[in-house]
């Protein structure tokens, strides 16, 4: 359904260093080359990639930070980039952003309700001094926080808490949509799934759309609803996370599932299968991108560039000549052998962290040797 | 080899495989009152890749550095820890180890490759230097010995990348000269502190694919610092977690998995998204790592356990629980000690 679709964005391109005098001598950056996407309300939408191949240039597209060199970006259908005064201040209420680095992107010297209260000023201006003090504690209790937090500042806070502050912030203006690049990424496995589960209960009890740019695999299978992989600039296999995961139809994918070091694998199942880096997006490889580390290259694939293109479903898309030949499915990592006794343990240790009442039948260690 | 001072000891261990030994490693920095490193103990086998791991700031690196010899000796006071390289004995709280052991018998790399190759010095010179420092011999043997290390690597045209910068190098690329360089001694034991976590998956698989090939080829033992699971369970062939500074349970690397006895490992085992249990909220570990200062009593994990009793307010010993798989919980296994209801 079209209406379904709250964030689109349509043959996006955003080159750097393409603007002619000086700056023309320098090699133009093809940071995001034609990608086009669709982000439907409610859903959890990821971007996956590696380092440098445009998924924070993408995300500053969406947000309206950065200006396409051509294409279009549409939110809640109409075109934002010649958004200007009460309209671009309701977009940027509407559509928020929650960084990576929980250390940099709050001010220091403001007290954790300013830096909380600072978009309510913005876009609730006609709230009374109490009023956007209760609503802040609101917030701070919405992300897990406590209301007497209000007067500490960010130094006081750890990362994990540090990227609460940066969710209540995020959240001040009542989004209907919230960008994350790498929202948990800076942070420890036992804290990152704090915030994993907060965004995830976020989302569902605040009906949040959310677009998570991740290089974590297993954090992208485990949050998102549907994903897009992009491989130097541009898209090149989207769909469902669980059919994409299951079913990966670009080599790319698959390189990328296969690359993942995980509990329960054999060693053998995650060879690198992929050679060489990423080249540069100054110098593009022509035809398709991928070709100087794709194992399936043909010649066609030096020439010719893919188009993304309904593969598996409509919805499940893919961009590669030859992908219904290709033998690309994913050694998913089989399950830890674990025996009985440790799966009760889990299962203890779980209980007993979502609220259950210990018992100890015994007070005292037995002696171990 | 000289016999300094440090040398304290030569009757040879039981253990004839260990080619590394640390015994109850305490350490903490100046102005602290709390140990960083708190009686930390590791075995490596020839051959063998031991996983060191646990989140930020549990000690990891610190630990590294001091078996290196690395840490300040103006700010790190060491007050216990005995090294045993081969045969060789050192007792840490006088002395480090001897220069000429490091970079040489025993080698190190980091996670950022920038921390040990110099920016102003090609490739070729400064691997070149590791090796005329320790082997001798002329100039043209160790440019061509840092051009067979280049090839072992893996890296393309190496006569070429000989006489390039470090900055002409990607990531992964600076990552594998720096392996190169620590590698052109043949040390027979490796320290690899978060080699990988700088770098993209496919990078990492290849850098992982590489340490093991080498394993393999050179029978080194090798000490890998990391934080994530899934490289344990990828190179592993036994794995120490840390936390707060103390080991609290290791042994052989799928008996640690598949049966893991601490909450703390637990936890981390949990809390982890998986790709084959997609969905669902994730078990978490409650709360955040306290500050060094703030460290409890007994053992250190007690203000986040949820099976924490006031005997926990004694330290717990790490004891072994089946061969070679050691945990320290006064109440492991669990399921024998503890019952939860809803
Ligand atoms: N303002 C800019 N001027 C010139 N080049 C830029 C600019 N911003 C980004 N780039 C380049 O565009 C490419 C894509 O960058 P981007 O930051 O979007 O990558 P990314 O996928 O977010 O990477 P990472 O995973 O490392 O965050 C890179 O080559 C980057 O160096
Ligand atoms: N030179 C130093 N001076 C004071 N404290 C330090 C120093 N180096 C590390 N620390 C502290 O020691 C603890 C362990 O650090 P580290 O070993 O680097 O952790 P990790 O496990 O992440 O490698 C941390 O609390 C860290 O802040
Ligand atoms: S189009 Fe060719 S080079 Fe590109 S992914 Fe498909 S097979 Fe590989
Ligand atoms: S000793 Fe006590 S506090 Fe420590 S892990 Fe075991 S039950 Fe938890
Ligand atoms: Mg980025
Ligand atoms: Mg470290």
């Known amino acids: 359904m079209k209406n379904d679709v709250i964030l689109e964005a349509v043959d996006v391109v955003k080159h750097f260093g393409d603007g002619g005098g000086w700056l023309s001598r320098s090699p133009v950056v ?35 930070l950065l200006t396409p060199t051509s294409g279009k970006v549409m939110f809640d259908g109409h075109e934002i980039s010649g958004t200007k005064g009460a309209a671009l201040k309701k977009l940027r209420g509407d559509m928020q952003f929650i960084f990576q680095d929980p250390f940099s992107s709050l001010n220091p010297r403001m007290t954790i309700g300013k830096l909380v209260g600072e978009p309510l000023e913005v876009h609730a201006p006609d709230l009374s001094a109490q009023e956007r003090r209760d609503k802040v504690a609101e917030l701070l209790r919405k992300v897990g926080l406590r209301p007497e937090h209000a ?45 994993i589960n907060l965004l995830g209960d976020l989302s569902r009890d605040l009906g949040l759309t959310l677009v998570i740019i991740a290089h974590d695999l297993g954090v992208i299978r485990h949050m998102s609803d549907r994903v897009a992989v992009m491989y130097l600039g541009r898209i090149v296999e989207s769909g469902p996370t669980a059919e994409v995961y299951a079913k990966p139809r670009h080599p790319y994918t698959q390189a990328l599932l296969a690359s993942i070091p995980s509990m329960g694998g054999k060693p053998e199942d995650h060879k690198a299968n992929v050679l060489g880096e990423m080249p540069s997006p100054s110098a ?56 009985k006794a440790a799966e009760a343990r889990f299962a203890l240790y779980r209980a007993a962290t979502e609220g259950g009442t210990v018992t100890h039948k015994t007070q005292q260690t037995t002696e171990r040797t | 080899m000289d016999t300094s001072g440090a040398v304290i000891d030569r009757t040879d261990q039981s253990g004839l495989d260990d080619v590394l030994v640390l015994k109850d490693l305490v350490l903490r920095f100046r102005g602290q009152e709390n140990d960083v490193v708190d009686g930390v103990s590791l075995t490596v086998r020839k051959g063998e890749v031991l996983c060191v ?42 002395d480090a180890l001897p220069n000429e052991m490091r970079g040489n018998t025993v080698a190190m790399i980091f996670q950022e490759p920038m921390t040990s190759l110099n920016p102003a010095f090609r490739i070729g ?24 290390m280049l090839t072992r690597v893996g890296i393309a045209n190496p006569s070429q990348r000989l006489h390039e910068y470090p900055h002409q190098l990607s990531g992964g690329m600076r990552q594998r000269v720096m392996i190169a360089m620590a590698l ?51 190179i592993a062939d036994s794995v120490a977690v840390m936390y707060g500074g103390q080991v609290v349970e290791q042994g052989p690397v799928a008996e640690v998995f598949n ?33 060094i200062a703030n460290m409890p009593e007994g053992c250190r994990f007690r203000s986040r356990c949820a099976f924490a009793t006031p005997t926990c307010a004694s330290r717990p010993a790490l004891a072994d629980i089946a061969d070679g798989h050691a945990v320290a919980c006064h109440y492991a296994p669990l399921e024998d000690h503890v019952a939860v209801s809803a």
């Open chain 1, 30 to 64: 093809q940071a995001v080359d034609g990608v086009s996407l669709q982000v439907r309300r409610g859903e959890t939408f990821a971007i996956v990639g590696e380092s440098g191949c445009g998924k924070s240039t993408l995300a500053r597209l969406l947000l309206r």
């Open chain 1, 151 to 195: 007067g500490r500042y960010p130094h006081e806070f750890s990362g994990g808490q540090r990227q609460r502050i940066g969710i209540a912030r995020a959240l001040a203006s009542g989004p209907k949509l919230v960008i994350g690049d790498e929202p948990v990424s800076a942070l420890d496995v036992s804290v990152q799934a704090q915030v």
């Open chain 1, 284 to 339: 593009p490889p022509p035809g398709c991108r991928f070709h100087t580390r794709c194992p399936f290259a043909q010649a066609k694939c030096k020439t010719d560039t893919p188009v993304l293109s309904a593969a598996e479903s409509d919805d499940h898309r893919v961009a590669c000549h030859f992908w219904d030949t290709l033998d690309t499915s994913a050694p998913l990592a089989a399950t830890t052998q674990q025996s």
């Open chain 2, 53 to 94: 791991v646990g989140e930020s700031g549990c000690g990891k690196s610190v630990t590294a550095m001091a078996l290196m010899g690395l840490l300040p000796k103006e700010s790190a006071r060491i007050s216990s820890g005995n090294l045993t390289i081969g045969v060789d004995h050192f007792d840490l709280s006088k």
């Open chain 2, 125 to 148: 010179d400064q691997i070149g230097e590791a090796v005329l420092r320790h082997r001798g011999g002329t100039r043209a043997e160790a440019l061509a010995r840092a051009e067979e």
């Open chain 2, 184 to 234: 052109a001694n043949d040390p027979s034991i490796l320290i690899a502190d978060e080699p990988t976590t700088a770098l993209d998956v496919t990078i990492q698989a290849q850098i992982l694919d590489l340490i093991r090939d080498l394993r393999d080829e050179t029978g080194m033992g090798t000490i890998m610092i990391t934080h994530d699971l899934g490289v344990v369970a990828e």
């Open chain 2, 259 to 291: 049966n893991p006895q601490h909450p703390y490992t637990i936890g981390l085992m949990s809390a982890m998204p998986r790709l084959d249990q997609p969905g669902g909220r994730l078990a978490i570990v409650p709360g955040t790592v306290p500050t």
